[in-house]
């Protein structure tokens, strides 16, 4: 059974850095992307892809809103990724999924990913 989790949300005061993780198992073949979106509490928006990463070779893809502030990474070896957000703003306030995606492709496109987390909350607050 494929199972995606992710978690490391948390309560921060501006300024602050939160790292998330994301962890898988139970996938036959090897993903081919893994991807970090938000969606913000009461909002009808489809979830914002703000960071991506090609797992074979390291490319990577970040929104502008969170450009030199989050660093995508992953370990291989502990079937892990991680997001390390620096610098967080009141506006980063959100629920935070990850997702692994199938096919061969980079995007930060929501639909394109084919397993999710469950969602951690991140809340930036004074």
């Known amino acids: 059974q494929v199972r995606v989790m992710d978690s490391g949300g948390g309560l921060v005061q501006p300024g602050g850095s939160l790292r998330l993780s994301c962890t898988t198992s139970?996938?036959?073949?090897?993903?081919?992307?893994i991807g970090w979106f938000r969606q913000a509490p009461g909002s009808e928006r489809a979830r914002e892809g703000i960071?991506?990463?090609?797992?074979?070779?390291?490319?990577?893809y970040y929104a502008d809103s969170v450009k030199g502030r989050f660093t995508i990474a992953r370990d291989n070896a502990k079937n892990t990724g991680y997001l390390q957000m620096n610098s967080l703003k009141l506006e980063d306030t959100a629920v935070y999924y990850c997702?692994?995606?199938?096919?061969?492709?980079?995007?930060?496109?929501?639909?394109?990913?084919?397993?999710w987390g469950q969602g951690t909350q991140v809340t930036v607050s004074s």
């Open positions: 997702a692994a995606k199938a096919n061969v492709g980079l995007t930060a496109m929501p639909g394109r990913y084919d397993y």
């Open positions: 139970g996938f036959r073949s090897p993903y081919t992307a």
């Open positions: 960071s991506c990463m090609n797992v074979k070779d390291g490319t990577t």
